[in-house]
């Protein structure tokens, strides 16, 4: 008898139980004046906010170290409920569900030796999860990175964070085509 793979399934909206964790969005230590704002909204194929989608974010330090710092998931010794970050150490990773609105924030610090945030993304009707990047401005040159300059144009401005003030980037997650809007690239990893 031989056996065929068991099919996919969708990977949400099941989070609330254990994935969600307490200061998932707070990558950066507490006050450190390096932190920087990426904020957005995820959008699914018709144009409307995906209100339950959920987000991981990884990257290295500012100073392009990829060891990060345990503690992410941090417990009450007392009632074992999670109290997430110490708030002191920079862990290079982050984890943030949508809101009603599919809006979603993570303060963080610029990453080193890389100029991108790495981001995968969990929602309702997917099969799979998906791989992108949030390019900031500041550190990517478009001409000279090599999957931006890869791409045409309108794909590549996909990819691209949007500074709105000091610090704080824009970076819309477009799951499909909506008909006015290009899909985000996504990337496939083997």
Known sequence: MTRQPTPSQTVGPFYGYALPFAKGEDMAPTG????????????????SPVPDAMLEFWQPAAD???????????????TGAVIGRTGVDFTGFGRVATDADGHY????????????????VFARGLLHHLF????????????TEPLLASLPPE?????????ESEKVYGFDIRL????????TVFLAFD
């Open 132 to 143: 992108t990047r949030v390019y900031l401005p500041d550190l990517a040159d478009p001409a």
């Open 105 to 120: 924030a993570v303060r963080t610090l610029p990453p080193g030796g890389v100029p991108y945030i790495s981001v995968c």
């Open 176 to 183: 499909q085509h909506d008909g006015v809007h290009e899909e």
């Open 64 to 78: 392009g170290s990829r060891a990060g710092a345990p503690g992410s998931l941090r417990r009450d010794q007392v």
């Open 155 to 163: 794909r590549r401005a996909t990819l691209l964070a949007v500074a």
């Open 32 to 47: 450190h004046p390096g932190t920087v704002t990426v904020h957005g909204r995820v959008f699914d194929g018709a144009g």
